[in-house]
């Protein structure tokens, strides 16, 4: 469990470091039930606690995450800078983005190095090693697959055979790498065991769509095409592809981190993907908690009607990052096409809710801030975390005092609060940070809280950087041991009370937007104007 802090952890000044690091390098350095598969065959082992032998859940321990991380891990899971295999010489992609335990996931590969060896690694703290290996086929022949093909919106699409279908027979709920070892190099895909029931417990969510939409593999994401401008991009992308650069890119930024302090903290987890929050409406019903991790870009209307009415029913939420909730797509094809035209004009969709472009926009603007409290801001962002409000009950003990900073914690993407339509009444502004922006006038970063009548919490730490520090220090963004040691002493408090039910029924929002003299107009920022209602 991370360690409660104390007035003397957090130091009132800002250290601030030079240099910086690849970030493949920093996530891949070397760190300080019986399983089967169709193709290759598995290692022996007990299952998981709290799993029957078909992996799914029996009589569920809430003690399940403290006991699954006890268990044996290793930092073999990570891949070094100097061993990422390229994109075209070894490559795979599942089926689905999540399956339950027990399910095969039919897997698709590519190769030119030989020989692929699949282990499956669950995410976790496992006495700070960061995962657990809990299943490795043999050696299994794959050859170069067919290249894709592009179609009129830029859509890539793979059409490989299935090389294997693993077996997730005794493997536990949680977000897993399948590491795929060839020649030497390796490379990441991404699966998430889904949980069968999220009620009662604190679920992670893991943005699979946000993960597809910067999918650069193939030629194409939904940012630029193949000669890097915006023009070319990709309308609509497809999960039958690879993902890009190390295989989970997204997942090592901006997921990895709360996952693993959340499995330290032993509390009872649950664990889903968007897609499923998109399909299904009654996934996230009775949990007493749901948690945005990092980079939660894409939003369905299905997926925001999901959280809004988990809100609604008590179920707390927390943005661990920026820029959520800022674009709206579509998921087609049984959800394996995502679409996003970034234009209402554009969008061939007319007349409907559902037109592609941001939800703060016309035709139909709903925008983010009636979720999140906030709205997005500004790229890029380097500046220092500047308390607000240190009577705040996730504060409470630390020492800190208004005008104190924090290192680095406000980098990258950043939300603002604003006086405006939608706007939680009883928004408490817990931080506001002054961020320089190149070429235009400074602005702020905010980390909000406001509660609703349901008795829900809805917590936003306003910037990505928070998600670098629960990694750990980042000498690119300034981070140090002191902001790491603040980050994650206030997300583990943050995730204790969340799993604990409502917050609001203990630490009712005091609503002060009044006292940091925001304005109403977003000039300051790159995220847009607010269209009317």
């Not at 592809?241 to 997942?251: C, I, M, T």
């Not at 032993?266 to 009775?286: F, I, M, N, Q, R």
Request: aromatic share 8%; hydrophobic share 35%.
């Amino acid at each position: 469990m991370a360690q409660r802090g104390t007035g003397s952890d957090i130091p009132r000044r800002a250290v601030l470091l030079a240099g910086g690091a690849a970030l493949v390098a920093a996530c891949t350095s070397p760190p300080a039930g019986p399983n089967r598969a169709a193709t290759g065959s598995g290692t022996a082992g007990a299952p998981p606690p709290g799993t029957s032998q078909a992996g799914t859940t029996a009589a569920r321990d809430p003690g399940w995450v403290r006991a699954e991380n006890a268990r044996t891990g290793t930092g073999a899971w990570r891949i070094p800078a100097a061993r990422a295999a390229g994109e075209q010489d070894l490559a795979g992609y599942t089926d689905t983005v999540s399956v339950l335990p027990g399910e095969d996931v039919p897997l698709r590969l590519s190769s030119v190095l030989g020989p692929v060896t699949v282990t499956a690694y669950r995410l976790g703290y496992y006495g700070g090693t960061g995962a657990r290996s809990v299943w490795r086929s043999q050696p299994i022949s794959v050859k170069r697959q067919a290249a894709p093909t592009t179609d009129a919106l830029g859509t890539v699409r793979c059409a490989w055979p299935v090389t294997t279908r693993v077996a997730t027979a005794g493997w536990p709920e949680g977000s897993y790498l399948l590491r795929l070892d060839a020649g030497g190099k390796a490379r990441y895909v991404p699966l998430t065991l889904r949980s069968t029931s999220t009620r009662g417990r604190l679920v992670l969510v893991s943005a699979v769509t946000s993960y597809q939409a910067y999918n650069q593999w193939g030629g194409h994401s939904l940012y630029k095409g193949p000669d890097g401008t915006f023009g070319t991009r990709a309308r609509a992308v497809s999960f039958d592809r690879p993902y890009d650069k190390v295989g989970a890119l997204q997942v090592l930024n901006f997921e990895i981190g709360p996952v693993q302090l959340a499995e330290k903290l032993g509390l009872d987890l649950a664990y889903l993907t968007s897609w499923e929050v998109h399909h299904d409406p009654g996934a996230l019903a009775g949990a007493a908690g749901v948690v945005s991790l990092g980079h939660d870009e894409y939003w369905s209307i299905p997926m925001r009607h999901a959280v809004e009415q988990a809100r609604g029913s008590g179920t707390n939420l927390a943005f661990l990052g920026a820029n959520a909730d800022y674009w709206r797509v579509r998921l087609d094809g049984a959800g394996r096409l995502l679409t996003c035209y970034k234009s209402a004009a554009e969008d061939p969709v007319k007349g409907r809710p559902d037109s592609t472009a941001m939800w703060r926009a016309d035709p139909h603007p709903d925008p983010e801030n009636s979720l999140t409290g906030m709205l997005y801001e500004a790229f890029p962002a380097d500046a220092d975390l500047v308390v607000h409000d240190p009577d705040f009950f996730l504060l409470a003990g630390l020492g800190l005092q208004r005008g104190d900073r924090v290192a680095g914690l406000v980098a990258t993407e950043i939300d603002r609060a604003y006086p405006i339509h939608g706007t939680p009444p009883n928004l408490q502004v817990v931080a506001h940070s002054p961020v320089p922006i190149a070429g235009k006038a400074p602005t702020h970063s905010d980390l909000t809280y406001y509660t609703t009548s349901s008795g829900a919490g809805v917590l936003s730490v306003g910037t990505m950087g928070w998600c670098t520090a629960l990694r750990g220090p980042s000498p690119k963004h300034r981070i140090d041991s002191a902001s790491v040691q603040f980050a994650r002493t206030v997300t583990s408090r943050l995730f204790t009370a969340m799993a604990a039910g409502p917050l609001g029924h203990a630490h009712a929002a005091r609503g002060n937007l009044d006292s940091i003299g925001a304005s109403p107009s977003t000039s300051t920022g790159s995220g847009g104007p607010v269209a009317r209602s």
